[in-house]
């Protein structure tokens, strides 16, 4: 069985070779290391990885959410889109992340057209239940969906958006990664774990504005 020491080692490596996986396969401006904020980047994102402007159509796809209905990036045209992927049962990384989004919440305000997708990475252990209950634990507001399918599905979705997912004993490894989708439909900013709140709050205000 897995030490969580290694657990915490192999989810921050699966990260970080993720990033570096899409730094290398896809046209994007990395922050400088050290800088934050707007200057980060000349379309004045602050993200880890950002992307030009109309250049990477975000992958779509079809899962269903906590009410069972179904939800695809393109049916959400016209809103900023959070895109990351959790497991509703983790004790690690994911209530971390979620804690954050929640701050990004509401700091935006439950108006704004933020929509949170969350791709389930444990679809045998999330359910309904588990997923409202983790939601309301960390705050979430606004409109957010956890979204599950057949595992050949969610798959695939992993593998278009380079999320690496492995189980093991008691747990789910998992890269962690979160996504910004702009209205348009394009991928704009990547963010590894360890979420600056006040940074992505900054960037979903400015793919709004």
């Known amino acids: 069985m897995l030490s969580k020491p290694v657990t915490w080692w192999s989810l921050s490596l699966v990260t970080a070779v993720v ?24 379309t004045g994102l602050a993200a880890d990885i950002v992307i ?10 079809t899962l269903s959410d906590q009410d069972g209905k179904p939800v695809s990036v ?7 889109l959070a ?31 933020l929509s949170l997708l969350v791709v ?11 997923e409202r209950a983790f939601a309301a634990t960390h705050r979430w507001s606004g409109d957010w969906h ?13 593998k278009a958006y380079s999320i ?4 093991a004993p008691d747990n789910v490894l998992h890269s962690s990664v979160l996504y910004l ?12 774990a360890g979420l600056q709140p006040d940074l992505v709050t900054h960037d979903v205000r400015l793919l709004l504005s």
């Open 19 to 42: 990033l570096v996986a899409l730094v290398a396969v896809r046209v994007m401006s990395p922050r400088l290391p050290g800088t934050a904020g707007a200057s980060a980047s000349p």
């Open 52 to 61: 030009p402007p109309k250049t990477m159509p975000a992958p779509d796809f």
């Open 74 to 80: 393109s049916t959400l045209r016209g809103r900023v």
């Open 83 to 113: 895109i990351t992927f959790l497991d509703s049962h983790c004790k690690q990384l994911c209530p971390l992340e979620a804690e954050q989004l929640g701050q990004v919440q509401r700091s935006l305000g439950a108006e704004a057209k």
């Open 120 to 130: 389930s990475v444990a679809p045998a252990t999330d359910t309904p239940a588990s």
């Open 146 to 158: 956890w979204l599950v399918g057949p595992p050949d599905q969610l798959a695939s979705v992993w």
């Open 164 to 167: 690496a997912v492995q189980n």
């Open 181 to 192: 989708v702009d209205r348009d439909g394009y991928e704009r900013a990547g963010w590894a």
